[in-house]
């Protein structure tokens, strides 16, 4: 295993795995040039064995690879919860497996030999990937935490005001008063800490869907 990295938590790194020596050298070279920091494997064992950086980045998976290939370790990571952003980098590719592969989820299928331009930018869209996963996944835990501090009743509240009910519709299913629903309505708003309605639909979407 090679590492290049600044140490720097937030910054981003590219995790490359190709049983090639040569290719990850070359890559790691470039890719350190801009910036960007590296770990390489040698294959995928060895990163599934590995412990991986919290950090913001992408995964370039050789496709053939002695043991696991680079389309197994994509379907080991997923199974595995892990939604890093994965760039192919293969020599033997062919259609029918780049499709499958970007039906999975991968950004990009790259032939070698690869541009450096073009694989640069295949890894600045998936770390730019990640970069959002990450954010939003942040938003969706704090919402979740706040969402998890409304009572029973305001949590029916807020599920019928996403839904586009009125008072007087949610009165009416709750079996409540009109004036009870906008007490429930304005406690729910600011825990929430909702500006508009449009604001709260955007928090309630935010929302793990297990949760709500």
Known sequence: MGVATSGIADSPITILVDDDATVRDALEELLNSVGIDTMSFSSGQELLDA????????????????????????????????LTPIVFLTGHGDIAMSVGAMKAGAVDFLTKPVRDQTFLDAVSTAIAKDVARRAASTVSRKNLAVYETLTPREREVLRLVVSGAMNKQIASDLGISEITVKLHRSNMMKKMNARSISHLFNIWQSLPVDSR
């Open 51 to 82: 412990k991986l950086p919290d950090r913001p980045g992408c995964l370039v998976l050789d496709v053939r690879m002695p043991g696991l290939s680079g389309l197994d370790l994509q379907h080991l990571l997923a199974a595995k919860g892990i």
